[in-house]
């Protein structure tokens, strides 16, 4: 296969998964999905390793890439079939993502009309708001992974096209749950998944095809490693602190020792904190989704996202660490909270070795907002992250009021939220001078109001209320975000009962400058 082939082999399997992601994003009924974007598409190998991905959600692909192969091992799997999973500790995130995965068949090169044999995987992760948590909304203040909804282990719900309903109905049957159109959605984007990619092998020949996956992980693995081979060999160490668990527990250590030889990359994460009581601990595959995303954004615009572009990296995490923690763990917010700063420590190591590659701290957390009611058919659920400053760079000045890093969401559109959700949005606005000064100035975060015209129940987790993102080179540090009900300060990570009437104001932090001014 030529370069030219390879090049639009590459384009063509990239925009399956992008067409995936519009199919889930339109067939899907609930506002995080179809509005937030909360998402993410991709395509493995019959071995499960990522060939393709569209430009979704880092922290979902991630953390796929780093566990697809053990979830589908062992698998009889089936021409029609689809299994379902949200384990974080079988290679998930947090129970609000499910997973859908189905295999693909085809014919095989020397067998019979009738024969075929499984040649790769479609996948899907999105974000539900409703998993059956203790809480609406689906993201508690949990200390154990049982406050957080219902875990679905492996489970083969689609066998040869038809759907097991009673397997489904486990998770669509959830009090106050309407999933059933979003589920419906995944298994959609899987089918549309499917038949792309049977056209794509009968136009290119199935030994082109299983070629050309080999061929994108190894030219993956070429471009990573000719960019990561400049980094000057060396230790390189740096550590953060997380603001709180969310049960007193204050200033949760990341620590990593970043060891460069060669073109091996090994990053040692055993400083950090032992595993915590609330929920920002996270599974390893967080660690290794936030760690790929961080190296990622050193190498060029064109190289695959593909198992191959992170095959010389090597991650170290203890068991029973807040980075590696151990079942029944709580870890609803460590998939959001957790993996953007584990993000600030890698960035932070890099910036020694490379410092003109490599932004000041963005705003370091999600802002994580899930809100609703549990009363019968009136039932709601809404859940959105809330954008922030990114830091500033050594060439430009940091983007104010995105989603930044590890998630790459929307805001939820007012119009919808309001349509959908009894609340008002009183103000929406940059939160002005919230980023740091500098030669290059951080990003402002932003400023989200709402009213609430009902009585709800109410849980942030968020970060950098106590610590602020970090500038480089003599840059000042972003502006720490802001929880308030009616005026009154709320910690980071809280649950409430709200009445009518009451206000939530939410300023998001800004983020790092860069240089000293």
Same mark, same amino acid.
């Given at each position: 296969m030529s370069p030219i082939d390879l090049a639009i082999f590459i384009s063509r399997v990239e925009s399956i998964c992008a067409e995936m992601g519009a199919i889930l994003q339109r067939a899907a009924f609930s506002?995080?999905?179809?509005?937030?974007?909360?998402?993410?598409?991709?395509?493995?190998?019959?071995?499960?390793?990522?060939?393709?991905?569209?430009?979704?959600?880092?922290?979902?692909?991630?953390?796929?890439?780093?566990?697809?192969?053990?979830?589908?091992?062992?698998v009889d799997w089936q021409e029609g079939d689809m299994l379902v999973v949200n384990d974080p500790f079988l290679g998930g995130t947090h129970l609000p993502d499910v997973t859908v995965i189905a295999p693909v068949f085809a014919r095989k090169l020397s067998g019979t009309a009738d024969e075929t044999e499984l040649i790769c995987f479609v996948a899907n992760r999105a974000h539900h708001a409703n998993i059956g948590a203790t809480t609406p909304g689906s993201m508690p203040l949990s200390n154990s992974m049982d406050q957080e909804g219902?875990?679905?282990?492996?489970?083969?719900?689609?066998?040869?096209?038809? +759907?097991? !309903?009673?397997?489904?109905?486990?998770?669509? /049957?959830?009090?106050?749950?309407?999933?059933?159109?979003?589920?419906?959605?995944?298994?959609?984007?899987?089918?549309?998944?499917?038949?792309?990619?049977?056209?794509?092998?009968?136009?290119?020949?199935?030994d082109q095809f299983m070629l050309g996956i080999g061929l994108i992980n190894d030219y993956g693995e070429k471009l990573a490693r000719s960019v990561l081979r400049k980094i000057p060999d060396g230790r390189y160490h740096f550590s953060d602190l997380m603001?709180?668990?969310?049960?007193?527990?204050?200033?949760?250590?990341?620590? @990593?020792?970043?060891? @460069?030889s060669g073109e091996s990359i090994i990053l040692d994460f055993s400083g950090?904190?032992?595993? +915590? !009581?609330g929920n920002i601990n996270c599974p390893v595959s967080v660690v290794a989704a936030a760690v790929f995303y961080a190296f990622r954004c050193l190498l060029p615009e064109q190289t695959p996202n593909c198992?191959?572009?992170?095959?010389?990296?090597?991650? #170290?995490?203890?068991?029973?660490?807040?980075?590696?923690?151990?079942?029944?763990?709580?870890?609803?917010?460590?998939? @959001?909270?957790?993996?953007?700063?584990?993000?600030?420590? @890698?960035?932070?190591?890099l910036s020694k070795a490379v410092p003109n590659e490599v932004p000041a701290a963005s705003q370091g957390t999600m802002n994580n907002v899930a809100m609703g009611a549990r009363d019968g058919d009136d039932s709601w659920d809404y859940y959105e992250t809330i954008a922030g400053g990114m830091g500033a760079s050594e060439s430009e000045n940091g983007h104010s009021g995105v989603q930044c890093h590890m998630t790459n969401t929307l805001n939820t559109p007012i119009e919808s939220l309001e349509s959908h959700f009894p609340i008002r949005i009183m103000e929406y606005a940059l939160r002005e001078n919230s980023g740091g000064q500098g030669v290059r100035v951080g990003g402002d975060g932003l400023i989200r109001e709402f009213l609430f015209l009902e009585p709800t129940?109410?849980?942030?987790?968020?970060?950098?209320?106590?610590?602020?993102?970090?500038?480089?080179?003599? #840059? !000042?540090?972003?502006?720490? #975000?802001?929880?308030?009900?009616?005026?009154?300060?709320?910690? #980071?990570?809280?649950?409430?009962?709200?009445?009518?009437?009451?206000?939530?104001?939410?300023?998001?932090?800004?983020?790092?400058?860069? /240089?000293?001014?």
């Open positions: 506002p995080n999905i179809k509005d937030r974007l909360d998402f993410s598409c991709a395509l493995f190998d019959a071995s499960g390793e990522l060939f393709a991905q569209a430009a979704h959600i880092p922290v979902h692909l991630g953390s796929m890439a780093y566990a697809m192969t053990s979830i589908v091992e062992g219902l875990v679905i282990p492996p489970s083969i719900f689609v066998r040869k096209g038809k +759907v097991d !309903e009673k397997i489904l109905a486990q998770f669509t /049957g959830l009090p106050g749950a309407n999933t059933t159109g979003d589920f419906a959605a995944q298994m959609s984007a899987n089918r549309i998944g499917i038949e792309r990619l049977r056209a794509l092998v009968s136009s290119v020949g199935l603001d709180d668990d969310g049960f007193g527990h204050l200033d949760v250590v990341l620590d @990593v020792n970043l060891a @460069v950090s904190s032992k595993q +915590v !009581e198992a191959g572009t992170f095959r010389c990296i090597s991650i #170290g995490v203890p068991a029973g660490s807040v980075l590696n923690a151990e079942r029944p763990a709580a870890t609803a917010a460590g998939n @959001v909270e957790t993996s953007m700063r584990i993000v600030d420590v @890698v960035l932070g190591a129940e109410l849980t942030l987790l968020t970060e950098r209320r106590r610590h602020s993102p970090w500038g480089l080179f003599g #840059g !000042e540090p972003g502006a720490r #975000g802001k929880n308030s009900l009616d005026g009154r300060l709320l910690p #980071g990570k809280c649950h409430e009962r709200v009445n009518a009437g009451q206000v939530l104001r939410i300023e998001t932090p800004g983020g790092g400058g860069y /240089g000293q001014a």
